[in-house]
């Protein structure tokens, strides 16, 4: 059966411009693919939908694009990475771009409504329209992360005269997102469980690929409105789908985990890896697909963990090592992993690698071994853009996580909810660490009840327990910024207030040749490395504004000129 791998397909129609009006009414050659002669058969109609999947689906990019996520991108601003250049928050409005655009909503309307003309089954055509449905679902979903309230379009706009509908003023967050989630509540009705001319699962959107999008999405709606909006009713009503979902794929399915954790990230081939939801294949060849994260982490320069990061895993009698007398302590690499959560040793090289000494350093001396593919470190698909490791989209572990934090959000979190969820990532084989426990609302390991003396004083203990995990099973995949942003702790990203955010290793200068180039906490001899050691690159919070993105001045500009306030996002005035 031929290979399936996501690539961008020569667009069929429905290509849109930049500006405002022609985005949404674009005349295409009259010797180009017209409606009458492309929708005519459900082949056509699949052909069609590979177009939005490198838009929702990165996977690791391609080439020498390094943006998919994870510390290449704005997901860099977190509190995992301790970078010697801290990415900044937004300081400015833009004049233009920004992420303001309405293409792939013209394009998922005009998709579902010209599959409801197709002939084929009733069955058929509510699986395609589901399938539009879905990526309209994620592509509001993403504005409103980054927007906040934003114009909501439940169908495609015909007449370039229609100026009311073209400038419409932005909808409420709460109305986009209840269409979202109407859009998910019909795909997950409709979907197919599977698509057999398609070829094999973990390759297609096909139910559980609905399923597991919607436990992320509406973990984070219900979240945001928790924590940012204080709107009870919103926040229960996502977290409950989020929960539905997310027990859906894990009662209803026969995903399993991985046995071995960085298979799941460094693998050539993640075909039969049961654990995949959805991955992205990739093959070396001509017109074929790679990328170059692989070589990134093999013999390049990176950015490196943060003392933080390697802090939060807990010790593999499953106390925090503020608690554990397991913990030996972080004067030598040997020590930072030993008796750990074996998910720190699948995630970070047992050597340090520091600047001056290794060509291939990190800035922090941690450096990132999730993603390295022994193997292949020194042929060339290991190396430059010819990589070819496989790369997960969305995981069961991660459903698993999504669940267990919807419950405890909830409040309704018991041990069965995580003995189903959290202790079944706990005992991934090669894991093995003691299941956590609820007794009296507070978390416990082998009946004894604790409280991280690190925790943040206005987290709850379960809640901070649940976010730990979350954390360490997901560390540098790209969830963290918007975890942090969901949750309204971006000020954990402050590197003046959060020191081990700006600190990697401890090192004795003469340990190492006169090579060495770090910098050392207070310029001693020895001590914590500094990556970021210019006042000038100090990262503080600046307040509450930079949860959403400032809109663009021009399309408020172009608003005004119809007549229509777009109001700017608050503090971005």
Not at 438 to 461: C, E, S
Not at 470 to 477: G, K, Q, S, T
Not at 531 to 554: H, I, M, N, T, W
Request: overall charge neutral; proline content about 5%.
């Amino acid at each position: 059966m031929k290979k399936i791998i996501f690539t961008i397909l020569a667009p069929v129609m429905l290509t849109v411009a930049c500006k405002k009006t022609d985005e949404f009414l674009t005349k295409l050659p009259l010797d180009q693919l017209t409606d009458q002669t492309y929708w005519t058969s459900e082949s056509n109609v699949r052909t069609f939908t590979w177009g939005f999947y490198p838009s929702y689906f990165p996977g690791y990019a391609s080439g020498f694009d390094l943006s998919w996520g994870g510390y290449f991108s704005g997901e860099s601003l977190n509190d995992d990475f301790a970078p010697t250049t801290p990415t900044p928050f937004t300081k400015t409005v833009p004049a233009t771009g920004g992420g303001w655009a309405f293409t792939n909503i013209r394009k998922a309307n005009l998709f579902i409504e010209r599959v409801k003309g197709v002939p084929m089954s009733a069955e058929a055509i509510n699986n395609w329209v589901g399938i539009g449905r879905f990526f309209r679902a994620m592509e509001f979903s993403s504005k409103v992360r980054t927007f906040g309230d934003f114009p909501w379009y439940g169908q495609a706009i015909t007449s370039e005269n229609d100026t009311a509908a073209l400038y419409k003023p932005r909808d409420p967050r709460e109305l986009v997102m209840d269409s979202v989630l109407a859009d998910f509540k019909f795909a997950a009705e409709n979907v197919r469980e599977a698509d057999a001319a398609t070829g094999p699962k973990g390759l297609i959107v096909n139910k559980a690929v609905v399923l597991a999008f919607m436990s992320r999405v509406f973990l984070f709606e219900g979240t945001w409105q928790k924590y940012q909006k204080n709107n009870t009713t919103k926040a229960n009503e996502y977290l409950e789908a989020a929960k539905w979902a997310s027990n859906e794929l894990i009662t209803k399915f026969t995903y399993t985990l991985g046995p071995d954790y960085r298979k799941l990230f460094n693998s050539l081939d993640l075909s039969t890896n049961n654990e995949m939801i959805l991955y992205r294949r990739y093959e070396a060849g001509t017109n074929l697909l790679t990328h170059s994260l692989h070589s990134y982490v093999n013999k390049e320069a990176q950015t490196g963990a943060s003392r933080n990061l390697l802090e939060s895993y807990l010790a593999k009698d499953g106390l925090p090592i503020s608690l554990s007398p397991l913990y030996k302590g972080d004067k030598t690499i040997a020590n930072v992993v030993a008796d750990r959560d074996p998910r720190l040793n699948a995630t970070i090289v047992p050597a340090l690698r520091l600047n001056g000494i290794a060509s291939n350093y990190s800035t922090s001396g941690y450096s990132t071994l999730k993603f390295f593919n022994d193997d292949i470190k020194d042929v060339a698909d290991g190396n430059s853009n010819t990589n070819t490791t496989d790369a997960p989209v969305i995981r069961f572990g991660e459903v698993l996580i999504n669940y267990a934090e919807a419950c405890v959000e909830l409040g309704t979190l018991t041990q069965a909810d995580l003995d189903k969820s959290v202790n079944k990532l706990r005992k991934r084989t090669g894991i093995n660490l003691p299941d956590l426990q609820i007794l009296g609302g507070a978390p416990a390991v082998n009946g004894v009840a604790y409280d991280d003396p690190k925790r943040d004083p206005l987290v709850p203990a379960m809640i901070w327990e649940i976010r730990r995990e979350r954390r360490i099973e997901l560390a540098m995949e790209g969830f963290r910024n918007n975890d942090l942003r969901r949750w309204k702790k971006l000020d954990y990203t402050d590197t003046k207030t959060n020191l081990t955010i700006n600190r990697g290793a401890w090192v004795k200068k003469s340990d190492y040749a006169a090579t060495l180039t770090v910098v050392i906490e207070g310029g001693a001899a020895e001590g914590y490395v500094v990556p970021s050691s210019k006042a000038e690159l100090e990262r503080p919070f600046p307040g509450d504004k930079v949860y959403l993105s400032p809109l663009p001045l021009d399309q408020i500009k172009l608003y005004k000129d119809r007549g229509v306030d777009l109001k700017q996002n608050p503090g971005w005035e």
